[in-house]
């Protein structure tokens, strides 16, 4: 049996795009349609999907019963508290680090890479008074996609809607100017005139830190909570950078691990099959698929109904032999080390690949861009890109699974493995889907406040260039 654990945050955004939850910030659109996707695409290549329950306390019952065709997973307190314990270990080496106007730690640097986002904090003018404003770098050309990093950039200020649980310990970072002088409560900047002028951190710039520092504890949390439970691992597709620079700055001895997982998700949507070599090696996939989203969603009407769609597809024999192939992957993966067992298991995943070429070509959808794909990529026997003793252990853990005909222990029975997204080129994908966008966006309900965002720019020539209204940091 194939086990998947989708993160809350994905939950959130499949409720906003259905109308539960009223969207504040409008360009987190784009991003809530990938998640649906995302779900929609674990329905199918999983045998259950389930969810940790610990989603905010006032909105839990209503989102029991609004997944209740979901797993729930409960994880016993004292366990729950160990698995928050060591997850804040972590979560205290991974600081936001902000120098001259760069991010500059090992960890946020890597995800805004990653992401394609170059951002630089610039000291801008309100009201006579400086405060630390993010932008995002033009290069000498000018080239930028303001609006696909304004989504990304929204996609981060979501992360604290979905607070599910406090933060169990104070928001950290490292802000300092060129010189390394930290900007605390009465640090002043020069202007362009030569004045001493007050200068404080920006609402956003502050709201960006907090973001950051609660993605990176949930990112954690759930890696940490996988590897435990030995399960798959569904992340809202905004966590996906943060998770494998993560897992490669905790074992950096396999780093081309790592490296095959970032040349996956930023490559096209063709193919990427690798072959296994040893029981000892990761193995990395890449299944251009179709958007099942937009198939369900124009075959039963609306979006609401797509999921109770994915339900009846996932029974259709293409869909029962591809789990079927994936388990047998995995099984030959977590229970054999002969040189057969690798030779059985490059055959399944040939297999695999003809299979979802099938699924491709059957179920694909044509827009006036071409067909749309998004591509899921899955890392199995994530264990031997991370060493079992870089993670913790509980001893006794214990966690119920829950679902409709009741309850049973939830039992290991493969490794810790985990489903990434080409964030970047699926964005871009979802860009150009005409009249299915409107058609997937047909059931979202705005909030009172709802805005859109447009990122300010600095270019690159002006950035170290004072004017009246801005100082460079």
């Known amino acids: 049996m194939s086990l998947a654990i989708v993160d809350n945050a994905t939950l959130t ?30 329905i199918l290549f999983f045998d259950d999907v389930c969810y940790i329950d610990d989603y905010k306390s006032e909105y839990l019952r209503s989102r029991d019963k609004y997944f209740s065709h979901l797993g729930k997973i409960s ?57 630390l404003t993010q932008k995002m770098l033009l290069s000498p050309s000018g080239e930028l996609d303001i609006n696909k990093y304004s989504i990304l950039n929204q996609m981060i200020f979501n992360e604290m809607s979905d607070t599910s649980v406090m933060l169990p310990r104070e928001e950290k970072s490292k802000i300092v100017d060129s010189k390394g002088n930290p900007i605390s409560k009465n640090y002043t900047v020069i202007d362009w005139q030569g004045f001493a002028k007050e200068a ?82 990761p193995l990395v996939t890449k299944y251009p698929l179709p958007m099942f989203s937009i198939l369900l969603t124009q075959q039963s009407g609306s979006p609401k109904k797509a999921i109770d769609a994915a339900y009846h597809l996932k029974y259709e024999g293409a869909f029962v032999e591809a ?16 040189q057969k067992a690798i030779q059985d298991a490059n055959k399944l995943v040939l297999d695999v690949n003809r299979l979802m070429e099938k699924i491709c070509n059957k179920y694909h959808i044509t827009t006036s861009q071409g067909i749309s794909l998004s591509p899921m990529i899955t890392i199995y026997n994530m264990g031997a890109a991370v060493s079992d003793s870089i993670f913790p252990t509980i001893p006794d853990f214990s966690a119920k699974l829950k679902f409709l005909d009741g309850v049973r222990n939830l039992v290991p029975q493969h490794g810790f493995n985990a489903v990434y997204k080409s964030l970047i080129n699926d964005l871009t994908q979802i860009e150009r889907l005409g009249e299915y966008h409107e058609l997937l966006t047909s059931e979202i309900k705005c909030h009172q406040d709802a805005h859109y965002y447009t990122a300010k720019t600095e270019e690159e020539r002006f950035r170290n260039v004072k004017t009246y209204w801005k100082v460079p940091m």
Do not use: C
Not at 214 to 242: D, E
Not at 251 to 269: C, E, G, L, Y
């Open 13 to 42: 955004a499949v409720q906003r795009l259905l109308g539960e939850i009223p969207i504040k910030y409008l360009q987190t659109v784009d991003g809530d349609i990938l998640a649906f996707e995302t779900f929609i695409q674990a």
């Open 75 to 131: 994880i016993q307190s004292g366990d729950y508290d160990a698995l928050l314990a060591e997850t804040v270990k972590y979560a205290d080496n991974t600081i936001p680090e902000i120098k001259g106007g760069f991010f500059t730690d090992s960890d946020f640097k890597a995800f805004f890479d990653l992401l394609k986002m170059h951002n630089v904090f610039t000291w801008d003018m309100a009201s006579s008074i400086y405060y």
């Open 200 to 281: 404080y951190l920006g609402e956003n710039v502050k709201k960006l830190i907090a973001n950051l520092s609660w993605l990176a504890y949930r990112t954690i949390f759930y890696t940490l909570a996988a590897n435990q439970m030995k399960s798959s691992l569904i992340l809202h597709p905004i966590r996906n950078a943060f998770q494998i620079n993560f897992l490669a700055k905790l074992n950096s001895k396999r780093s081309t691990v790592f490296k095959t997982i970032i040349s996956a998700m930023n490559a096209p949507v063709e193919a990427a099959v690798d072959s296994i070599y040893s029981a000892t090696q």
């Open 323 to 338: 789990r079927r192939k994936l388990a047998e992957i995995e099984n030959l993966y977590e229970t054999h080390r002969t």
